[in-house]
């Protein structure tokens, strides 16, 4: 009897093994659905060359990559994927764009790993794996913490993205002394954010103060007002960081508005989102030092120049994540023994990439970011 039983468990290990075996000379193939022509061609086919650099590290001829042009339309979108979950491909890396995940939860069996950085309202079946809001608030909570930032006013644009950010917000527990959503309509900006800010009430404190001097019998007091001349506001503000969810020009003039309403950057600090190192912030004075999350420099720095050296231009910004989530695949198709099934990106799993540090958990994707700051024209990293 002993002997039958040890001759089952042989049997049984043997049997896995040679499972496993079958599994990892299987092919691995993965599609690709990202726009090949029309407007946003540079894009997909950055994607496409970022991903032959991964492929070429990874090394392991089992990969295969098989590309399709989404033509940037979601109707298209769901017709390449059909065309490729025939072929039995489960994982599809893609779209680019939030608009073409329209339909894909008609292809139940195949998980997206979108390019996107939105969250909300994606079918079950879409990951978004773009440097999304949570990711970044994750970053800033910890900057409050290392600055012991008590009192932050979160500045929000009034745009499709606020319910992004709102949602982040509730994720991450972020302690803010107050949210604000202001318009992109730079006509109401400023008056916006004079309200925020009690810019007429301390412009009032300032006339105020120098009637009462001029009144007054204090001792210096023509030097006393002569000093108060060259302020625009008397009094506190009640805030002690601002963290602006806003980029590029927008950013600046939120910014532009906050310093006319005299709430400098020497005063508060000032915390905006990723910005993918614009070097524009670094000859913008008056916002130094600005905070804000990113994915590690240095490393970015080191694809760029690969990326040149192989193909004699820059990348676009995403593709620098298309790099990474290919090796993203490889490693969560190994750890789960080369079998392809909808666990894979469920099971709680990190992955240290070059864009940094991925957690992968209950079907989303969170980055560990570094904090940097711009200030001294130069990118500093914090942590």
């Not at 392991?60 to 989404?70: A, E, F, G, L, M």
């Not at 009690?198 to 105020?208: I, P, S, V």
């Not at 007002?225 to 806003?246: M, P, Q, Y």
């Amino acid at each position: 009897m002993k002997t039958l039983i040890k001759a089952i468990i042989i049997l049984i290990v043997i049997l896995f093994c040679a499972n496993n075996k079958i599994y990892a000379n299987e092919l691995i193939r993965i599609g690709v659905v990202v726009p090949l022509s029309g407007e946003y061609k540079e894009i997909g086919e950055s994607i496409l060359k970022s991903i032959r650099l991964a492929l070429n590290k990874i090394d392991d001829s089992k990969i295969i990559v098989i590309p399709k042009d989404t033509e940037n339309n979601p109707e298209t979108t769901l017709k390449i994927s059909r065309e490729l979950s025939s072929k039995g491909i489960k994982i599809i890396l893609g779209p680019v764009f939030n608009k073409n995940v329209l339909y894909l939860n008609e292809l139940k069996d195949v998980t997206f790993i979108s390019f996107t950085n939105k969250v909300i309202n994606n079918p079950k079946n879409v990951i978004s794996s773009g440097v999304n809001a949570r990711s970044q608030l994750l970053a800033i909570k910890k900057l409050q913490e290392k600055l012991e930032l008590k009192r932050s006013v979160f500045l929000v644009p009034d745009n499709e993205n606020k319910n992004e950010i709102k949602k982040a917000i509730l994720k991450t527990k972020l302690k803010l002394k107050d949210t604000f959503f202001y318009s992109t309509d730079p006509t109401q900006l400023t008056s916006q954010i004079e309200k925020l800010t009690r810019y007429e009430q301390r412009k009032q404190n300032l006339e105020d103060e120098i009637i009462r001097l001029e009144n007054s019998t204090e001792v210096n007091k023509d030097k006393k007002i002569e000093n108060l001349k060259k302020r625009d506001t008397i009094g506190g503000i009640n805030f002690d960081s601002v963290i602006i969810a806003d980029f590029d020009e927008s950013l600046k003039s939120v910014a532009t508005s906050l310093l006319y309403t005299d709430v400098t950057s020497k005063r508060i600090t000032y915390i905006c989102f990723n910005q993918w190192f614009d070097k524009s912030l670094l000859e913008e004075k008056s916002l130094q030092p600005i905070y804000f999350p990113s994915i590690n420099k240095e490393n970015l720095d080191s694809f760029n120049s690969e990326y040149f050296k192989n193909y004699k231009n820059f990348p676009s910004q995403i593709s620098f994540l298309s790099y990474d989530l290919i090796g993203l695949v490889y490693y969560l198709i190994f750890k789960n023994n080369f079998v392809i099934d909808e666990k894979i990106f469920y099971k709680e799993n990190k992955f240290k990439g070059k864009t940094g540090i991925f957690e992968i958990k209950n079907n989303e994707i969170t980055h560990q970011l570094n904090i940097y700051v711009a200030e001294d024209k130069k990118f500093r990293k914090i942590f």
